[in-house]
């Protein structure tokens, strides 16, 4: 099996990075801004990236300031069965994110693309929570 992780630190609090991560105000800023989200546990999630299909995440934990932790249940077949999870902690005014993804069942192509595009989803996280602008999919360049 295949992970993808990435960390960066944002010049943020804590408690504004995981509203962001938590909320679809916040998502809808940094990831795709056509989304359902609702921060409970069990709820699914969705994110739709103009791919003719929806992906849907369960939230399997929510620990504030610390853990977000999906479950990837619809979407690309590379992705059902993937796991998603941010881990945060905060020192000296600054967080960290760790963002991995797991279980994917084999390194390919879409991973290595995906693997660009997280990238490109903490730059935007850290772009927001800094300063106050993101860069959803809907307003990216390809």
């Known amino acids: 099996m295949e992970n993808i992780e990435h960390i960066n630190y944002l010049k943020a609090p804590i408690g504004k990075v995981y509203e962001v991560l938590t909320t679809a105000a916040g998502l809808a800023a ?34 504030e300031n ?27 005014g600054v967080t960290t994110v760790l963002l991995r993804h797991l279980y994917w069942r084999e390194l390919t192509t879409f991973y290595r693309y995906c693997n660009y595009n997280w990238a490109m989803f903490l730059f935007s996280l850290k772009s927001y929570c800094e300063e106050g602008q993101g860069l959803p999919f809907q307003e990216r360049k390809f």
């Open 30 to 63: 940094v990831w795709t801004n056509k989304l359902e989200v609702e921060p409970r546990v069990g709820f699914v999630n969705t994110f739709d990236f103009n791919d003719n299909y929806a992906t849907r995440m369960k939230i399997l934990e929510l620990v």
């Open 66 to 92: 610390k853990r977000i932790w999906w479950e990837c249940i619809a979407s690309d077949p590379e992705w059902v069965g993937t796991q998603v999870t941010f881990e945060l902690s905060e020192k000296n």
